[in-house]
């Protein structure tokens, strides 16, 4: 089969080799998406270091797939499919949304594990359970994670396989639900034209909760990045470490409201090296509690177990899983 997959997001790009359906993933490389002018020279850049024969491409996009034109939400690349066929020369292409390929990587867990709470059968798969709850068997799962933006996503099991729903969930109105939410989202109102929730969960969401409560405070600002904020929300650093609570909490909501708008209450998985980052905030912040703050459905989503995956390959092996799904038979180029 001989096909070069992608896990492309706002910042970085990693890629893949498979020589056929049961074979591994290999050579894996990750590249950061400014160090490249276009898609296509980060590609004909990783064949060539590697040495690769490569007949079929499949890429995971965070951003809308269905177009021949495509351009990424959040960095600079675009390409048109058929153009970036003939400049790699190859058979075929398929382009799937970042967390639908998320959710895919996931198949051998689903199809494999009645079970698949069981501790060791976690491990194995880099899963890590957040919060236990009841399995609904009969229903769906939802893929969600912060990165350089929102990531959210859908899995239905049909015809014992994996359908994913892809979307852009990410984008929807910031939905505040405190009254220090309604006055970040003021904040922000005043700033832009349209406040979505990824601009308060994902890594210039941290930044825009991390500013917002320096003036609020009417502090000095230290930092500047998401990454230096959030290692001094880990170290201690006060405001940091409200700003990160508040984007975990902000979270729960999302991952509440998305619960409630798709049906998921077979499990939901977190994805994404911000929320493995801040991993122990989880438990020092009011997420559980948040979780549960939905009236009459708190049972209904509070009994929803939590998933938090750590495996950076996932989307890797996801968008293999997409090139053989059934579901995007048609939709290969």
Known sequence: ????????????????????????????????????????????????????VVDNLSLSIAGPCEDNLIKFTNNHWFFKKNELLKKIGCNSLLAVNDFAAQGLGFTSFFKNNLNFLDKEVLKDHKLYLLKSGKIIDNSNVLITGPGTGLGVGTLLFHDNGLLPIQGEGGNVNFSPATKLEIDL?????????????????????????????VAKKKCVSQFSTAEEIGQAAINGDIISKDAAKLMI???????????????????????????VKLHDLF???????????????????????????????????GAAEAFYNPFFKNKTF
Request: glycine share 6%; charged share 25%.
């Open 1 to 52: 089969m001989k096909l070069l997959v992608a896990d492309i997001g706002g910042t970085n790009a990693r890629f893949g080799y498979q020589k056929n359906k049961e074979s591994e993933i290999e050579h894996i490389e990750f590249f950061n998406c400014v160090d490249f002018k276009n898609i296509d020279h980060a590609i004909l850049h990783y064949i060539s270091k590697n040495k690769l």
């Open 283 to 317: 438990f020092e912040s009011r997420f559980f509690e948040r979780l549960r703050s939905k009236g009459r459905y708190q049972e209904y989503v509070d009994k929803v177990p939590i998933l938090l995956s750590y495996d950076k390959n996932n989307g890797l092996k």
């Open 185 to 213: 989202l003021k904040w922000l109102a005043d700033r832009m034209n349209y406040v979505p929730t990824e601009e308060v969960l994902s890594g210039r969401g941290l930044v825009n909760i991390y500013d917002y409560l």
């Open 249 to 275: 909490e902000i979270f729960a909501t999302s991952i509440a409201n998305n619960i409630l708008i798709t049906g998921s209450q077979k499990c939901v998985i977190i994805c994404g090296g911000i929320s």
